[in-house]
Structures are given as structure tokens and as C-alpha cells.
């Protein structure tokens, strides 16, 4: 038995996906940590550069380095500090330094990652369409929480994700070509046709242009015939939330709630469970 049949056995596959996840989602949390600052700091020397003045210099700063670190003491994380769920169990959700409680986010995110990774794997099997399924569950976990955070969509990953979608169905994994490229187009002017209507009408922005372009991608990934459905499932979740925000939490009707997170449900949904939704709604009438 070669090492590609042995994995190719669900028993096998699917726990070795679960901890694959478990994995990526301790470096999505460094993504979703640093991107942001990344990004923002190379707008500050693209503007200093424009104006004409000397940004003042920064420690080196990106995905690998430096080193991960707590915030409160700048303890270093070692290695055994950074096992996915089983550092933070074993440290009580605690800095071992200086004892300050660490974001439940981090488990969160190692755990949703793993969940989702091995659930694409027992959905489509050791395939080109679960590791397909892997890369668009890894990027809609990522993107759901940097928009969370900061209200940004990256265009360092909608883009790359839109491309990998037309890629992977250049050889037909999830859709034909041409209904992800009418997938792709159609689900950032969907969204783009809803900013520019509700701008003219109030003269404010009703979403960000980060939006389109996540839109757009799981279109490339999905096909067009997806996307009624993403937007019905990212609209109603979002108009669920957005009312009990406001009614119990007081949260303020001018104050914008990211409609990224919820895009990236609906994406997740329409790929494992698109189609039979669909027809079930279909079967209704």
C-alpha cells in the first residue's frame, strides 16, 4: 500500500485534515493578528513617500517576523506555548509569563479551522475538491475575522481566493469555467449595483468595496447559480444579527456592522450545502 492509498482511507484522511486545520488555523491567527498592521503601515509609507517625507523607521514587521509574543509582558511564545488548543489548555488561557489572560479567540479560531478542514474532507474525500474546499474554508475563516476586527476584506486574499476559484474550475472540481467566470463577475456587480443605489439614495457607503470582491470570489469558486443563495443566506443572517445587536445589545442603528462575516457563512453553506438547499427550496413549490 502506497502512502497516497493509506490516505486515502476516510479513517485516515479526515483526523489527518482535522489536525492539518487545527495547524493553519495557529497561522490564521497570526494572519488575521498582523495583516491589518501590514497593510496599514504600508499605507503610512505610501502616503509619506507621496508627500515627500521620510517615514520614520519600524521594526521589522510581517507574518514571520517578529516573533509571536504576549502583548502585555513580550514574553516570547515558544514552541511547546503554541500547540493548537492543547498550549492554551495547558496554560489555563494564561500567559505562562506574566499570567495575563489570553483571547479566547485563538482556540476559536484553531478549533473552527480544524472542525471545518475535517468536514471538508469527510464531505468530498481525498479529492482535488476537498483541497479545494480546504483553501476556501482557510480564507473565510480568515476574512470573517479581520472584517470583524477592522472592517477590512484584504485584497492580498479576495484576490488571490477569486483567481484560485477560476483556476480549480478551469478543470470543472466545484463548476464549468464559464459559470464561474459569470460567478466571478456577477457577484462583485451584484453587490457593487446595491452600494452605488443605496449611495445615491442616502449619499452614504453602504458597505465596503472589500465585499464585491469576496463576492465575486466565492462566485469563481461556486458559479453563478450559488449566488442567489449566498446573498439571500449572508442578507438574512445579517439582518437577523443587526436587529438583535440593536434591540439587546443597544448597538447603534448608525453604527456599520460588517457584512464580510456573514458572506463567509453563506460561501461555507453554498459549498457544502448549496445544491440540496436549493432543491429543497425547489421542492416547496
Known sequence: MTPIDFLRDPAVFVPTCIVLGLCVGSFLNVVIHRLPTIMERRWRAECAEL??????????????????????????????????????????????????????RYPLVEALTGLLSGYAAWRFGFSTAAFGALLFSWAMVALAFIDLDTSYLPDNITLPLLWAGLLFNLFGIFTDLKSAVIGAAGGYLALWSVFWSYRLATGKDGMGYGDFKLLGAIGAWLGWKMLPLAILLSSVAGAAIGIALIAFARHGRDTPIPFGPYLAVAGLMALFHGAAITQRYLDLF
Open 51 to 104: 508627500s515627500g517625507t521620510e517615514s520614520p523607521a519600524a521594526e521589522k514587521f510581517n507574518l514571520v517576523v517578529p516573533r509571536s509574543r504576549c502583548p502585555s509582558c513580550g514574553h516570547g511564545i515558544t514552541a511547546l506555548e503554541n500547540i493548537p488548543l492543547i498550549s492554551y489548555f495547558a496554560l489555563g488561557g494564561k500567559c505562562s509569563a506574566c499570567k495575563t489572560q489570553i483571547p479566547s
